[in-house]
């Protein structure tokens, strides 16, 4: 399909996700020429109301992936908890409940790296707020695959650790404010 | 060259699994590539291989290398009672109808080191109906099979077991179920009582029987899609019309070829009623 062929988006985000993704999301103008694909730590035995909540704050189609959930652009796909959230290619998503990685399940490092052989230099990888260091891996494997790195600066996040990690691990990454994320990614669209 | 290298890998992964295939008769040629690569990383680090390529060739050569290799390519991860809306689900909407059989087949497909077995006998002796039914618990996996037998788990992980079972409704206490050893817990051996435990392949096997309940959770999301239409046509024959299939909570029929065959019956729970013939 072509819509496959220009590209794909993933954010990875964890403690302060919901405000940092109200930002970015909430924004995006409808026929949003990408897939979105977000991973957020999430508490593993309850029932997950992200995609529910973003589905009313965004113009864009939001959902909980299910396994072999189909990819198409215009579509934010949250990984559901409990689960590692992984692309089969660019057509299809795959869960997996393998091991946790650094605590997480779902990893954003699993998702990325599998994300990044999946589109290579056509994702865009965003590192937002977060407690931990889940998605430096992550990110330098996007970068590796020549895709595009981005990380929320980290003085502005609500929790600095994650996007300090993803700048140590990446150095290549750009460095951006939320609202400057938010105004790339609208540009991106046009 | 980050482009040319990927391709290399994932060339390589593929002449692994004809390797395993036609060495060893273990199909993992339409798994799900995006988790099985990962996984086969994983090993090649941990198993201190530079190339998967190394690999294949220490494996074609040597057997005792193929539990290793299998450890990796299938993931045991499992909890009794996972989930326990699922449990709950089974006890109060499907165990009424299944009470109205005088005799039961249930059949734990992909059951891993048996945590979900055991959480389906418990629930059934519970519930009044273990006399009437035969368990049969499958996997490709012979370690995994032989721990399912063995019915001993770690005593860390029984808070969680118990905590689950509560929530699934569970009448008793869990601990009238096993005894406890050194660091423990010993599951009784009269749970298995009307289990069969048998090595079977849902890509390489065929149906054995017909079953009134299929539980096949967190196996096929490690397939491609048209590996899971195989497997779950394995279920469809398998099950008459009123037979039911749960599946793990984020897998669904949806996407599926047989779609038309099933009707779901406990939705948030992925638990399908078998229609038509
Ligand atoms: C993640 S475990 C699921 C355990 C349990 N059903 C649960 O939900 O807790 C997946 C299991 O599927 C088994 N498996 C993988 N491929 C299989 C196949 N082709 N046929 C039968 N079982 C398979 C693996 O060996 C593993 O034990």
């Known amino acids: 399909m072509s819509d496959q062929a220009k590209g794909a988006v993933i954010i990875g985000a964890s403690a302060g996700a919901l405000e940092a993704l109200t930002v970015i999301l909430a924004s995006l103008p409808p026929r949003y020429p990408f897939p979105i694909f977000v991973i957020v730590h999430l508490p593993p035995k309850k029932r997950s109301v992200l995609a529910e909540i973003f589905g009313r704050k965004c113009q864009l189609r939001s959902i909980e992936a299910e396994d072999k959930e189909p990819v198409e652009a215009g579509v934010i796909y949250f990984a559901p908890p409990d689960y590692h959230l992984l692309l089969e290619g660019r057509g299809q998503i795959s869960l997996s409940n393998e091991e946790e990685v650094l605590f997480s399940r779902p990893s954003i490092d699993v998702a990325f790296e599998s994300a990044a052989d999946a589109w290579g230099d056509k994702l865009t990888a965003i590192v937002l707020t977060g407690a931990n260091n889940d998605g430096a891996h992550g990110l330098a494997a996007v970068v590796r695959a020549g895709g595009k790195a981005i990380v929320q600066e980290p003085s502005g996040a609500y929790a600095q650790a994650m996007p300090q990690a993803a700048i140590r691990a990446c150095p290549q990454a750009q460095i951006m404010t939320l609202s400057d994320i938010s105004s790339f990614l609208q540009n991106k669209s046009q | ?277």
């Open chain 2, 1 to 277: 060259m980050t482009e040319t290298f990927e391709k290399v890998e994932d060339i390589e992964i593929r002449l692994l699994l004809e390797a395993l295939y036609h060495r060893y008769h273990y199909d993992f040629r339409s798994y799900a590539m995006s988790s099985l690569r990962r996984r086969l990383r994983q090993a090649r680090e941990q198993l201190g291989f530079a190339t998967i390529s190394a690999m294949q060739e220490r494996v074609l050569h040597h057997p005792d290398m193929l539990a290793d290799m299998l450890r990796y390519l299938t993931v045991q991860v499992s909890e009794m009672f996972r989930d326990p809306t699922y449990f709950a689900a089974m006890r109060e909407k499907v165990i009424p109808h299944l009470r109205t059989y005088p005799s039961l087949k249930v059949w734990i497909a992909g059951c891993s080191s048996g945590e979900e077995l055991y959480s389906f006998v418990i629930l059934f002796r519970e519930e009044g109906l273990e006399e009437r039914t035969i368990f049969y618990a499958t996997d490709i996996n012979p370690n995994a099979l032989a721990h399912a037998e063995a019915g001993i788990y770690d005593i860390e992980r029984i808070k969680l077991f118990t905590e689950n079972h509560r929530e699934s409704g569970g009448k008793g206490s869990l601990s009238d179920y096993y005894s406890t050893g050194y660091r423990r817990c010993i599951f009784d051996k009269s749970l298995r009582r009307n289990v069969v435990f048998s090595d079977h392949s849902l890509v390489t096997d065929q149906v054995f029987g017909e079953m009134q309940l299929v539980s096949c959770r967190n196996v096929m999301i490690y397939f491609d899609r048209e590996l899971q239409d195989r497997a779950v046509g394995l279920f469809r024959d398998a099950l008459p019309r009123h037979g039911f299939l749960g599946l793990g909570s984020k897998e669904t029929l949806r996407f599926s070829a047989h779609a038309e065959n099933f009707r779901e019956f406990v939705r948030e729970e992925k638990i399908y009623q078998r229609i038509g013939s």
